[in-house]
């Protein structure tokens, strides 16, 4: 299924013109905490409810969901799951990134680091060791790496990382944060 789109300069449009739109951030706390848009509200990709997003719809807001995310691959997600449910969804083109490049107002807070780099560093790191491990203790370690390699690349294909998932959910992704909620 494609998704439907909207490109960020059209959104700008829609959130200027001063009707209320019905705009989510699929993204992690610690990711919306860095920078996010002021119209939009958490509602992170993994606690994605179809029905509390639409109980939660902004008053007067009588159009699609606009989804977004980092770049655009957790909206599609997103999207996904919203249409299944009966719930009208389009996906913000290019994500954050494309909105701040295109000049929408954004509110910035204190940076964190990305899921993604956290997925390089854990991997990276899991390799390593569990290489080192393989070759002076025994060579049933080195599953490890494998394991690690194999997940990478299913990760690639499917454009879905379980080590992604699992990391989102440690405690230093979730900061203080509600589901459905904008911290400002």
């Known amino acids: 299924m494609n998704a439907i789109t ?16 019905d705009l989510i951030d699929v993204r992690t706390p610690v990711e919306h ?10 509602t992170p ?9 639409t109980q939660a719809r902004p008053s007067g807001a009588d159009g699609p969901c606009y989804v977004l995310c980092k770049s655009g691959a957790r909206s599609r997600k997103a999207a996904q799951r919203l ?21 929408l107002e954004v509110v910035r807070g204190k ?15 899991l ?4 290489t080192v491990l393989g070759v002076l203790v025994t060579p049933w370690l080195l599953i490890v790496p ?16 379980g080590m992604g998932m699992m990391l989102a959910r440690m405690p230093w992704n979730r900061a203080g944060y509600a589901c459905g909620v904008n911290p400002g």
């Open 45 to 53: 990709l993994d606690a994605l409810d179809a029905q509390a997003v």
């Open 33 to 42: 905490r860095a920078v996010h848009l002021p119209a939009a509200r958490l």
């Open 146 to 161: 494998g394991f690690v390699g194999a997940g990478l690349v299913f990760a690639g294909v499917t454009d879905t990382c």
């Open 83 to 103: 249409t299944a449910a009966g719930v009208e969804s389009v996906v913000v083109e290019g994500g954050m990134d494309a909105c701040a490049a295109a000049g």
């Open 111 to 125: 940076a964190a680091m990305s899921l993604e780099r956290q997925v390089r560093i854990v991997a990276g790191t």
């Open 127 to 130: 390799v390593f060791v569990f």
């Open 6 to 21: 909207i490109e960020p300069a059209r959104l700008k449009e829609l959130i200027d013109g001063g009707k209320p739109i």
